[in-house]
Each structure stands twice: as C-alpha cells, then as structure tokens.
C-alpha cells in the first residue's frame, strides 16, 4: 500500500483542477455571447450539416485492433519484469503468441482495414460517378 | 482491515446490479455495458480471494477475464454495426424478424 | 513416437496451424483468385484424427492443464468428424452463397480449436478461455452472412445470452476458486472429497451458477431461448456445426467436471438435474410439435436431446457414463446429416426450411429424400438407426439407477417426437407440390460425405457394441 | 473507523453508484461514462485488495480501450437516445417471457448470495490478515509464464478469432 499517497495525491490535482477551472471560468469570465460565438467551431468554415453525423466504420475497426493489440502489450509487461526468471522459455512463449497475432495483422493490412485515404474507400470509386449523395444514402443502407 | 465478505457482497451486488440490466435495459449498447458490469464483479471476486488466500492466480485469471471481455466486446460491438446496417434503432424490440 | 510434453496438444496444434494458414492464404488471395481453402482446413483436421488415434490409451498430459485421456480423444474424434463434414459440406455452399471463404473456414477452425481444449482442459480457468475461443467464432459463424437481417439478429441474440452465460459460468468458477483455492479440476475434486462439503452453501452457489452457465451452452430449458432463433438465423450448416460441435463440447466438459470434481455433491446436485432434464424434455418435445419451420423443429428437437444427454449424467453410473459419449457420437452424425440436407437445398434468397417447401423432396431429389428419411427416423430413435440404440442405453442407465420416472419421461416424449419427425417424412414421399421447383444442383463431394455420414448412423445402429464398448472403455479411464 | 475502511466505502461507493448508472439512466453515452467511474471505484478496491497490476491493467485495458471502443460505437451509430424510452419507465413484469424470467432471476440471485455469505464460515477474517500479499508485477509474470503459459498461448487465439470476427462483421460490402 506504500507508495500510492503519491499517486492519490496527483488523481486529487488533477481532478480537482479540471473542476475547478470549469466552475472558476463560469464566474470570472465575461459573458455576452452573440450567435456567432455559439457557432461550433470549425477552424473558421462555417459549419455545415449536422455534428451528430455518423461516422465511419474504420474508426470502429481502428479502435478495435488497437483495443486487441493494447491486450497484447499488457502481457508483455508482467512478461518483461520477469523476463531474468523465465529466460529462453519464456522468450520463446511470447514468441508464439506474437507470432500468432502477427498472422491478424497480417490479415488486417492486407484487408485494407488500414488504409486510410480516399481511394480506399470502395465509396470513394462511386461518389466520383454519382454524387456523394448517393454514397450517403447506401452507405448505411443495405445497397451494395 | 476488510472482512472478506464485504468485498464479496459488494461484487455480488454488482453482479446483480449487471443481470438485472440485461433483463430490463432495451438499449444494446446497455446490454453489453451491463454484462461487462457482471465480468467487473466477477473480477473482484476474484481478486479478494486470491488476496486472502495470499497466492496471484486471483490477480492472474482476472487478467484473462479481462482479454476475455475485450474480445467479447470487440466481436459484440462488430455485430451491433452489423446489425445496423439495415436498421435505425437501438432498442432489441425492433428486431422482430426472429421471435425471442 | 517419444514421448514430450507436448503430445496433449498436439491435435490442437494440428487445428490451429491449419487454420493460420488459411488465415495467411486468405490475406494474400487476390480478389477473385480462388483457393482450396477447405482442402487446407481438411488437411489440418484429418491430421488432428490421426493425432487423436495415435494418442489413445497413452494419457498424455501437458502444462498441467491439458489432458489427452480417452474420454478426451473420444469427444474429439466426434468434434474432429464435425468438423470434417461440415468443411467436406461447406465447400460447395460457401462459394453458392458467397461466404467469405477464408475468414469462414478460419473461423471454423478456430472453433473446433475451442471445443476441443474444452473438452481437454483439467482446468477452470481453460475451460473458460477455450468455452470463449468457441463461442466468439461460433457467434460471427452465425451472423457470417452479409447483410442477412435474419442471421445477423439471430447472431446478436445468440452472442448476449452466451456473454451473459459466461459471466454466470466465471462467477461459479470464482467460487469453487473461492473455496478450494485452486482452479484445477483434480485439486477441486480432492479438496471436495476431503472436506465434507455438502451444506457448505458456497459450494453450492458454485454449483447452481455452473449449471446456469453449461446449461446456456448445451440449451437445456429453462436457459434455451437463444437457440431456436440461432439455429434459425444461422446458415444451415454453421447450424449442424453449431448444433453438434458446441453441444458436444459443453456436455463434455459439463459430465468432466460434474462427475469427476464434483461427484461427492453428486446428491446435491442431481435432483437439480433431475429437474431440468425432465422439463427440457417435456417441452423440447411438446413446443417442437407446434413449429413449421423445420429448421426451428430441428432446434427443439436437439434441445430434447440435450435433455436426453442430461439423463445420462444424472444416472451417473457406468452404462450412463458410456452412454452420453454414445449419445453425442449419435446425436452428432444425426444433425450435422440432416442440417447438411438442409443447408443444401436452401439458399440465401430461398432458404427453403419450411416445412411446406419439404412435401414432394421425393419427386425432385429422390437420394436426399431418401437419406434424410433415415436421419429422421433416427432423430426419433426409431430402430434400426443410432439414435434408437443412443436412446435405449440413456434409459436403461436411468433404470439402472433407479431413476424410473425420469426414464419414463424419456420414453414418452420420444414417443411424442415421432409424430413430428414422421409428418416430415410423410409429406417427403406423400405430397404433390402444386408448382415443383427447380431442382438445385447438389455437389458430388456433399452427396458422398452425407452417403458416408448416414451409412454411420445405420452402423451405429445395427452394430453398435464396437463403439459402445470403446465409449465404455474412454470413460471408465477417467471417472 | 480507520482510512481502510474510509477507503472501502468511498471506492465501493463510487463503483457501485457507476453500475447503477450505468443501468438506470437512458442515455448510452452517459452510461459509458458511468461504467468509467465504476471502473476507477473497481480499480481502487485492487490497490486495496494490494493488487497493483490489476488495478493499472483495470484502467489500461478497460477504461482507455475497450470503452472507448464502446463510445466509437456509440458515436458511429448516433445513438445518444434511447429509442423506445416507453420501455424503460414500464415495468419489468409486463416484459415478453425471458424479460420476467430475468427479474425473477436476478431476485433470487441476490436472495441466494446473501443466504450464502450469512451462511458461510471464515468470511468475517479480515481480508489479508493471514497470508501476505502478492504484490510484485514480476511474481505476476512468474506464474503466468509457468503455471498458466498454455492459458496464456490459448488467449491469442482467442484474440485472433475475435480479430477475424470483428472484421467480417464490421466490413461494408462483399468484394
């Protein structure tokens, strides 16, 4: 249990900051707000469409390999501090099961899952002819 | 010091707190949030018996637990896009093409 | 052949290994190159057979987790026979239905993976992780198919009463690790057998949440609401994989724990068994009658046959115990035949499962008419098939045991279940179809594997002692 | 009352009041969010419990990866309402079959758990008054990578399926 003052001490500032600038801000800065200044900012383009829009599916599957991967790497630390115990044989185990995870990611990069410019868009081929209108509707329809 | 039981009626509670989303939520992503909230106390079950019997299997199979969840919620999440793909709702009383 | 510390998983690897190759040829597949993806995965299955063959009578272990004995190899062989005829029926069908063929024989693979350490496993915590490896793959199995609502729904459906199962089967574990401080199936066992555990009501609590959690993954009532639609939803022959392959799987590992860790509880739980096999027989039985989709039926009737299997566990003595290996390797070569005539008549656009869409098979596809005529009847336990003899060796172990009511149980639901297995094969041969449709066109490879498959059932059921006295042999290793 | 007990409290507190958010309010986002802060109260019963890598490990894994998976869903599919909210103020017993079935469920699971903990003998001891902690990650690593090596290898697979799955469920059209 030693150890930890420190940390909860940090976990206090940190939350207690964010709070408090939140609160302070409130009362100390001047507000006259004017329907420019209640625009979303969008680096200066006024905005256009609805925030809310769905978005696209290669941001699910990103999130998903990181979130498997991000497994991957935790078994290597408790990995990596017994690393003097183990030796050759524990190398040899994680060897395994980073070779069988590569094959996933060899299967990912190669799924195109992820590339991310335009033209990997299989959408990207059919905008250029229809109109990105189009796109929209089928995107998450059932169109193919 | 904590008696035992404390932690385990606290994780019992949680476990119910998660079956009881999972029967009454209509809201998919709830649902896999609740079962997640059943997979957590199970965890700390885990962990208050492996401290207490001062051995780190407890600590060890919570780990796995813990791979176990994020591959569940991986291919979970996967079939929640996919199923709406054809659809627009998020509550399963839409989904009446299959009788529960 | 030496022996190492690998020999237990050795079958396994041969699986596993099949299946990352098809992974890699299916990530450097150009788009539409085609790959014999499923001659790869049958490589990988047929060398785990011969694995499982060379391991026998050697009761290899390996990482004080895994174990190769007998009864192990038995179920394996049955889980390893699944698989090979539902890759030998896939390959056709796959590229029918444009299933992504790599990533679907992958799956399967990793499936078979899963079920066959569950079976393996001498340990909890294994039991777990393999239970979990199975599933995952089984639940996108279900919901392979692009853009089929159906499939999809059904695949949800299946994957949040299996998560939520598998949290009920974790908490069980936790407490058996709560109270034994180990996960390992033998130091449960003794601890259980030392400590008179009976009353302890933390035992108990394991107890009851175990059986939650198996009884979800082997479907018996009052936990088998997701399989009617996953059945359903399913492609039928991920169906017959899924119907057999989990099934087996699960009962396996359920009579492991429950008969080898557990037995000292053995009269704490049975009446609890007791109960539910009556009920999952009862209404398999009675609610399967009702269904016109066949392949709704075919569900209820395998949930009456995971109530059958449950008799025997509940018996509990040797003619039981060989009798549930008996049982699976009936009931698997039964259903994995019968979804496979159904897989091959349907397709995506026109599933064809109803039961309507069966009246006059007889007239447009005389063999397959014929060859499920058999697999009915032996669905039904009508002599001279497998499931006859399955069935008469289930009740005579409740006999011997003692159990006379839940024996008569038995019979009368199986009694009640022909009538619906018999309508079947009445409207195959007796009914006229007003419009006859096209016939489709059915793969030489799938004809031959079914003709194998129900040349097994009618060998199961004509000479059965062979195979009843290896299963007989497998168990009394173990238990 | 000593600060361990103050500890418990708080952190329970915190991790039970996340769960019943995350249960009882209708919007998934907030849920999410909820289940976060349960995650934090969790966490802080694993330093308790002088599990320290569990503790870490919870808040890598659980609160930076895989809800953060659940609010890229969330966001992707634009379901910060809860469709049917009818639904969540009706009651449970007026659900479809399984629904009632699961109430009654979950009733008579906390009826039995705290008939087994009352019941139970050798729970009132003090958590790690006995035996002393385990503490180091490298005692983790130790036996992970020898009593549970097969465990740990069987977990890639499971990855690897999860990965292949995740995939073919999320991809947009057949090519």
């Not at chain 4, 910060?80 to 009733?107: F, K, Q």
Request: aromatic share 12%.
């Amino acid at each position: 249990m030693e150890g930890w003052g420190g940390i909860g001490v940090m976990m206090a500032v940190a939350i207690g900051f964010g709070i408090s600038s939140v609160i302070l801000s409130q009362f100390l800065g001047p507000s006259n707000p004017t329907p420019e200044k209640e625009a979303p900012y969008e680096c200066g383009v006024p905005p256009v469409g609805d925030a809310r829009e769905r978005q696209s599916v290669k941001f699910y599957l990103v999130a998903m390999i990181f979130l498997l991967f991000d497994i991957e790497v935790a078994f290597l630390y408790p990995w990596a501090m017994a690393l003097r115990d183990l030796g050759w044989f524990g190398l040899a185990q994680i060897t395994v099961f980073i070779l069988i995870l590569l094959v996933g990611y060899i299967y990912i990069w190669r799924k195109g899952v992820l590339d991310w410019g335009p033209e990997s868009d299989p959408d990207y081929h059919v905008a250029k002819v229809l109109g990105p209108s189009v796109v929209k509707r089928y995107r998450y329809g059932t169109g193919n | 010091m904590i008696p035992l039981s404390y932690y385990l009626v606290l994780s019992g509670a949680l476990f119910a707190i998660g079956t009881a989303g999972v029967f009454l939520r209509r809201n998919i992503i709830t649902l896999l949030l609740s079962v997640e909230i059943m997979l957590n106390a199970v965890n700390l079950t885990f962990v208050a018996f492996g401290r207490q019997q001062g051995v780190v299997d407890g600590q060890i199979i919570t780990f796995f637990v813990m791979t176990v969840a994020a591959a569940e919620a991986a291919v979970g999440l996967g079939l929640v896009i996919a199923l709406f793909r054809g659809r627009e709702s998020l509550n399963p009383e839409a989904f009446t093409a299959l009788k529960w | 052949m030496g022996t190492s510390a690998f020999d237990a998983v050795i079958p396994v690897i041969c699986v596993t290994l099949a299946g990352l190759v098809v992974l890699l040829a299916e990530s450097f597949r150009k788009k539409q190159e085609r790959m014999p993806l499923g001659g790869l995965a049958l490589i990988g299955l047929i060398g785990a057979v011969i694995a499982c063959v060379l391991l026998w009578d050697r009761n290899a272990t390996s990482f004080g987790m895994v174990t190769a004995d007998n009864y192990a190899l038995f179920v394996n062989l049955i889980i390893l026979t699944v698989g090979i005829l539902t890759v030998v029926f896939s390959q056709h069908t796959v590229e029918r239905d444009g299933l992504p063929a790599g990533e679907y024989y992958a799956l399967l693979l990793f499936a078979i993976v899963g079920m066959m350490l569950m079976v393996q496993a001498t340990d909890l915590l294994l039991v777990f992780l393999a239970l979990e490896t199975m599933s995952i793959a089984v639940y996108v199995l279900t919901g392979i198919r692009f853009n089929d609502a159906r499939g999809t729904e059904a695949a949800f459906k299946y994957f949040l009463l299996g998560a939520f199962a598998s949290a009920f089967l974790l908490y069980g574990i936790a407490f058996l690790f709560g109270v034994t401080g180990t996960t390992s199936l033998d130091g449960i066992g003794t601890v259980v057998a030392a400590q008179s555990m009976s009353g302890n009501p933390m035992i108990l609590a394991a107890i009851a949440l175990l059986i939650v959690g198996f009884g979800f993954k082997v479907g018996v009532v009052p936990f088998h609401q997701w399989s009617p639609d996953a059945y359903e939803g399913a492609p039928a022959l991920v169906t017959g994989f899924m119907s057999t392959g989990v099934k087996a799987a699960a009962m396996a590992a359920f009579a492991r724990i429950f008969l080898s860790s557990l037995e000292p509880m053995i009269t704490d739980w049975a009446p609890v068994l007791w109960g539910v096999a009556a009920i999952t027989m009862i209404l398999g039985t009675v609610v399967g009658v009702a269904q016109t989709n066949l392949k709704r039926m075919l569900a209820y009737s395998s949930i009456a046959h995971a109530g059958y299997l449950l008799v025997g566990i509940v018996a509990g003595n040797e003619v039981g115990k060989a009798a549930i290996l008996f049982y699976l390797a009936a009931y698997a070569l039964t259903n994995v035949a019968g979804f496979a005539i159904i897989g091959l008549l349907g397709t995506k656009a026109a599933p064809n499962d109803d039961l309507r869409d069966y009246a006059g098979l007889w007239h447009t596809h005389p063999a397959l008419a014929g060859l499920m005529t058999i697999v009915l009847l032996s669905l039904g336990g009508f002599p001279p098939t497998a499931g006859f003899i399955a069935k008469w060796y289930i009740f005579s172990a409740a006999v011997g045991s003692g159990y006379y009511w839940l024996a008569i149980i038995g019979f009368l639901s199986s009694v009640v279940s022909v009538f619906f297995y018999l309508r079947i094969v009445v409207m195959m041969f007796m009914t006229e179809r007003d419009a006859r449709p096209v016939p489709l066109p059915v793969a030489a490879s799938a004809m031959a594997g079914l003709a194998v498959t129900v040349a097994a059932i009618l060998y199961l059921g004509i000479l059965p002692s062979r195979v009843i006295d290896l299963a007989a042999a497998s168990i009394s290793t173990v238990f | 009352m000593g600060s361990d007990q103050l500890l418990f409290v708080g952190f329970g507190a915190l991790a039970l009041l996340g769960a019943l958010a995350v249960v009882a309010q209708p919007n998934p986002v907030y849920s999410v969010i909820a289940l976060i802060v349960s995650f934090f109260g969790l966490s802080g019963l694993y330093v308790l419990l002088e599990s320290p890598f569990v503790a870490v490990v919870q808040i890598i894994i659980y609160a930076g990866a895989i809800m953060v998976l659940f609010l890229f869903v969330v966001m992707l599919l634009n379901a910060t309402r809860e469709d049917g909210s009818e639904w969540d103020r009706a009651h449970p017993y007026y659900r479809p079959g399984p629904m009632r079935l699961g109430a009654v469920l979950a009733v008579l699971f906390g009826v039995q758990m705290i008939w087994a903990l009352t019941r139970t003998v050798g729970l009132g001891v003090g958590v790690g008054e006995t035996r002393p902690a385990v503490e180091s990650v490298r005692d983790v690593g130790r036996v992970l990578f020898t009593d549970y090596m097969f465990a740990f290898e069987v977990t890639s697979i499971l990855i690897l399926a999860a990965m292949v799955g995740a995939v073919v469920l999320a991809r947009r059209r057949e090519e």
